[in-house]
């Protein structure tokens, strides 16, 4: 890792303005952010930005069985010990690529070594310039592809090694929704977590959840609860939960279409002609800046 901070933008659900959030935090914090996207599953955070590529990188994260046709007698024992139905019977056996979860069992169990394992390609991590004139490392994971969390963990150091060669002091990373592999990769060795959330009972209860994840790890962290007017009384529960927690609210927001509006435009919250918004994003940014010592 370089010695740039990193803010995380994670939330429980989809749809609670993250990725806004994010995009604004980055486009705010100027020339001395550089951006990552750990959103491998729904890429969004570069759309915003233009994006021109510099590197692509190809990602390999599992393996898939191939069978050397020349060695294999159809004997089927492949196929009798395959659990994912991944194997094709007939005078010369086939893998099913799709179905193959690359376990190696098949090569263990065939008779006639007419079997070995590749490498498959699962995924791409890239660099871009972005028009705010800064880098941003992303990627996408292809479609059934394996190992997310590894590819998020490879995007990080990817961001943390430009971060160094550019001497940027902090990245924004839009981490991906929920609680599972790839955002456990998105936090894991951050300086900084910000929850976003929405006052209903589904992002509520997935407040809980994520909060849960990230106090697990003692990594700071703090809530920002997007459409905080549509419910008064859920978002004092999310009060007070922050506070049973030892999460501070860092910002709220307004239900106001200028978000959806902004996305439609590819612009960030900053772009837009909300001073109400604008306001709340450079209070929101000055607290960061506090908490992370990031001039």
């Known amino acids: 890792m370089s010695n740039a901070a990193e803010i995380v933008v994670i939330s429980g659900k989809g749809g609670t303005g993250k990725t806004s959030i994010a995009s604004a935090l980055l486009y705010e914090f100027g020339d001395v952010a550089l951006g990552a996207d750990c959103d491998v599953d729904g890429s969004n955070f570069p759309i915003l930005f233009d994006p021109q590529p510099l590197e692509s990188i190809p990602f390999y994260g599992s393996q898939v069985a191939v069978i050397n046709e020349e060695n294999c007698r159809g004997c089927d024992a492949c196929a009798k010990v395959c659990r994912f139905e991944a194997v094709e019977k007939g005078a010369r056996a086939k893998i099913l690529r799709d179905a193959c979860e690359g376990c190696g069992y098949c090569v263990q169990i065939c008779p006639f070594g007419a079997i070995t394992m590749e490498d498959r390609l699962t995924g791409t991590i890239k660099v871009s310039s972005?028009?705010?004139?800064?880098?941003?490392?992303h990627g996408d994971l292809e479609v059934g592809g394996d190992n997310s969390g590894r590819l998020v963990a490879e995007i990080r150091e990817k961001a943390h090694v430009k971060a160094r060669e550019l001497g940027k002091s902090l990245i924004i990373t839009d981490g991906s929704p929920g609680i599972g592999c790839p955002v456990v990769s998105s936090i894991s060795g951050a300086n900084y977590v910000l929850l976003v959330t929405e006052p209903s009972l589904s992002g509520i209860h997935d407040l809980e959840r994520v909060a849960a994840l990230v106090t697990g790890f003692s990594i700071p962290s703090g809530i920002v609860i997007n459409k905080a007017d549509l419910n008064l009384r859920n978002r004092d529960t999310i009060v007070l939960l922050g506070k049973k927690?030892?999460?501070p609210i860092m910002a709220e927001f307004p239900f106001t279409h200028v978000f959806s509006e902004s996305l439609k435009q590819l612009k960030t919250l900053m772009e837009t002609n909300d001073t109400n918004l604008i306001n709340r994003i450079t209070h929101l940014t000055k607290?960061?800046?506090?908490?992370l010592e990031v001039k």
């Open 287 to 291: 607290r960061l800046k506090s908490s």
């Open 130 to 137: 972005i028009r705010t004139g800064t880098l941003m490392v």
């Open 245 to 247: 927690m030892g999460l």
